[in-house]
């Protein structure tokens, strides 16, 4: 008895690990295709690259510090003078001409430590700052928008698999009505109340709905695949959809509404503004091309012989000044684009604005489309099922003809496939809404 318990209590915990890994969930999905969709991983990569050139950009305005070693031996009398000089070497007998025109070889180490510090270089070091923080925001909206749409992606195939499953369903029970009628007829012509002809209709019918049934169940393996692409899987991955059928309603109801949930929302109009100011600051910068740069640069040099030794040691201080005089209208032209680069980048938000209302009206009008569809197509179950129940019973009765159950039949599945196809839609057109709105 003791054993019994024991395995009881081992097989428990691996039967619901055995759930847990063939059940997915919509919301198990979302998390899978965010962690492991490789679309996702590059434009997060993308982030980071952006993030780091604003910290490139924001090195521009830094002093810059170089430490250099150089090494040259030479018999150029220019040379050895130069050298004799910073190695402080030089002595009175290096005057003698003989000497100057015919020196011997030396040798010079120079140890260099530089610094540059930038001032003011027609502003360009702050602009350049500006526009890596506005691609930064470009890449970060980008983000967010790749993942709106690899998460509309998992939840359309996810209610696709759920299509095609409850397709399966309502085709096996048409195969099953099929056969009873098959069966009926099979029983009525043995008793000679029915022809053959009877038969063969239900079997041709039934023929017809299996391969229906064919290929729903392969349009659902599709889906499946498809579902496990998105979601970054192996595509021959198996699970079990789970899907808690709650009452959906749309995030918004009136176009006015939801183009101001929009507004804040939609990654597009961000990148778009984004867009338009980087043309801003590209207009800056053409402007002041006309300003100065200045720079102040400082060096110390050691020179020496030989590199453990330091024989000689010099600093210099410099700044360093230059002005756009004339540059061959050059910079006239460069206003000129960057200003109608501006206007162009602030046409391009006002059309995206228009196209997100025209997309969001789009949506409103498919869910009010598909909702009607739905209370249509409940309302026609009722009265195919009706039907299909009133002609059976009158076959039975040898009042109606084969022909009508079998139509009777058809009509029936038909209505329950546009029924589950009207719930599609209406899921496909509020998620849509969301998609639109940017709070999907």
């Not at 830094?62 to 040379?79: A, V, Y």
């Not at 590209?282 to 012989?305: I, M, W």
């Not at 009158?394 to 009509?411: A, K």
């Amino acid at each position: 008895m003791q054993y019994i318990f024991l395995l009881f209590f081992i097989l428990i915990p691996c039967i619901s690990i055995a759930e847990d890994l063939h059940t997915l969930t919509l919301d198990k999905a979302k998390e899978l295709a965010l962690k492991n969709n490789p679309d996702i991983k590059a434009l997060q990569m993308s982030k980071e690259v952006s993030t780091e050139d604003v910290n490139i950009a924001k090195a521009g305005v830094l002093p810059k510090i170089n430490l250099s070693e150089t090494f040259d031996t030479t018999n150029s009398p220019s040379m050895v003078f130069t050298h004799k000089l910073n190695q402080q070497q030089f002595t009175q007998k290096d005057f003698d001409i003989n000497s100057l025109n015919n020196p011997d070889s030396r040798s010079n180490w120079n140890t260099k430590l530089s610094v540059t510090q930038p001032v003011f270089n027609a502003g360009r070091e702050f602009i350049n700052i500006n526009i890596a923080k506005e691609h930064e925001r470009i890449n970060e909206n980008a983000l967010k928008l790749g993942t709106n749409q690899i998460i509309y992606s998992v939840e359309s195939s996810f209610y696709l698999a759920l299509l095609t499953k409850d397709a399966i369903n309502v085709l096996e029970t048409a195969k099953n009505a099929s056969k009873l009628s098959e069966e009926i007829s099979i029983k009525r012509n043995e008793k000679g109340v029915a022809l053959k002809s009877d038969v063969l209709t239900t079997q041709v019918h039934l023929a017809q709905v299996e391969k229906e049934l064919i290929k729903a169940t392969n349009d659902h393996n599709i889906a499946l695949s498809y579902l496990n692409y998105i979601m970054g899987m192996e595509q021959d991955s198996s699970f079990i959809i789970q899907y808690n059928d709650e009452e959906m309603l749309p995030i918004c109801k009136k176009l006015d509404e939801c183009m101001q949930i929009a507004k804040n929302a939609r990654p597009e109009i961000s990148i778009k503004n984004s867009q338009k100011e980087i043309a801003h600051q590209k207009k800056r910068e053409s402007r002041f091309d006309y300003l100065p740069d200045l720079n102040v640069v400082g060096s110390y040099d050691l020179h020496s012989q030989n590199p453990i030794s330091s024989d000689g040691n010099s600093w210099d201080l410099m700044v360093t000044s230059s002005f756009n005089i004339f540059s061959g209208g050059s910079t006239k032209a460069k206003i000129k684009s960057a200003t109608a680069n501006e206007r162009k980048r602030e046409y391009e938000l006002k059309s995206q604005v228009e196209k997100i209302k025209l997309e969001i009206k789009e949506a409103l009008y498919d869910i009010d489309t598909a909702k009607r569809h739905i209370e249509v197509m409940e309302k026609t179950i009722l009265q195919t099922d009706e039907t299909h129940r009133i002609i059976r019973e009158r076959y039975n009765n040898g009042l109606s003809l084969m022909v009508e159950l079998i139509s009777s039949e058809t009509t029936m599945k038909d209505a329950n496939l546009n029924y589950i196809k009207a719930v599609y839609d209406y899921r496909l057109a509020l998620l849509k809404l969301k998609l639109m709105t940017g709070n999907i």
